[in-house]
C-alpha cells in the first residue's frame, strides 16, 4: 500500500516557470513532510520541509503548501532554473522509530 | 566529517554470488537505512536499524541481511545475488533526537547482477 502519493512522475517547465508537484497521504498520525532532490548519480538530500501546524514554508524560490484537512501537500519551485533539474521526492513521517515514507519521485526538466 | 561513505561505487556480480556493501558514517547518528532504487523509480527501504544491535526489516528485505555492531557501519550482505537485485543501492543515516528526522544520503553504489 502506497502511503504518499506522488504526481505527476515527470514535468517538463520552461526557464522562469513554476514548477509544482503534488503529494497526497492517508495516514493522519504523519506529523513531518519533508521534500528531497536528487540530482543523477547523487544520493537525495533534503530540500525543505514543513510541519501541519503551518499551512506554508518558504525558503528562497521553493514553497511547500500544506492543506491538512485535504491530507495534501505540495511544493513549487517558483523561476525555475535549469540547474533545478533533478528528481525530487515527497516523504512524511510519524512520531516514533518508524521510517520516512517517500513518494515515488518526480523527474523535473527545466529547458531553456 | 565525511558524513555518509559507501563503498564499492559499482560491482558487477555474477548470479548466485555474493557480497557486501559498506555504509560507514561519522556524524554518531543512531538510526541507519538501505534503499534500493531500481531505473526510473523510487527509494525501497531494505532495513533499517535505530541503534547498534538492532535491525529491522523495510518494505522489501528479502534477498538481503544486514547487521549493526557499531554505529558508525551498516553493511548490507547480499547472499546468492539474483539480476532482479541490479540496482543503485543507498545508505543513509539520521539522528531524530536532535530534531525532525533528516536522513543524509551516501552516494550509493551501482549493482549490476549479470
Known amino acids: 500500500q502506497q502511503q504518499v502519493k506522488q504526481s505527476p512522475q515527470s514535468l517538463i517547465v520552461q526557464k522562469g516557470g513554476i514548477s509544482i508537484i503534488n503529494c497526497a497521504y492517508e495516514?493522519?498520525?504523519?506529523?513531518?513532510f519533508p521534500w528531497y532532490q536528487q540530482f543523477p548519480g547523487k544520493g537525495p538530500a533534503l530540500l525543505i520541509a514543513?510541519?501541519?501546524?503551518?499551512s506554508e514554508k518558504k525558503e528562497g524560490r521553493f514553497t511547500i503548501s500544506f492543506n491538512k484537512s485535504a491530507k495534501q501537500f505540495s511544493l513549487h519551485i517558483m523561476d525555475s532554473q535549469p540547474g533545478d533539474s533533478a528528481t525530487y521526492f515527497c516523504a512524511a513521517l510519524a512520531s516514533g522509530n518508524t521510517p520516512l515514507v517517500f513518494g515515488k519521485g518526480t523527474r523535473l526538466s527545466v529547458i531553456a | 566529517n565525511a558524513g555518509v561513505t559507501q563503498t564499492p561505487k559499482f560491482r558487477i556480480l555474477k548470479i548466485g554470488q555474493s557480497m557486501t556493501l559498506q555504509c560507514t558514517q561519522d556524524?554518531?547518528?543512531?538510526?541507519m537505512y538501505w534503499y534500493r532504487q531500481d531505473p526510473g523509480m523510487g527509494l525501497k527501504l531494505i532495513y533499517y536499524s535505530v541503534g547498534a544491535g538492532i535491525t529491522d526489516k523495510g518494505e522489501v528485505p528479502n534477498g538481503y541481511n544486514v547487521s549493526r555492531s557499531t554505529t558508525e557501519d551498516f553493511p548490507l550482505r547480499l547472499e546468492l545475488a539474483a539480476p532482479s537485485q541490479t540496482s543503485v543501492y543507498f545508505c543513509a543515516s539520521s539522528y531524530p533526537a536532535t530534531g525532525p528526522d533528516t536522513q543524509y544520503f551516501g552516494p550509493g553504489t551501482r549493482l549490476t547482477v549479470l
Open positions: 556524524m554518531n547518528h543512531n538510526y
Open positions: 514543513i510541519r501541519p501546524d503551518v
Open positions: 495516514n493522519t498520525a504523519f506529523d513531518y
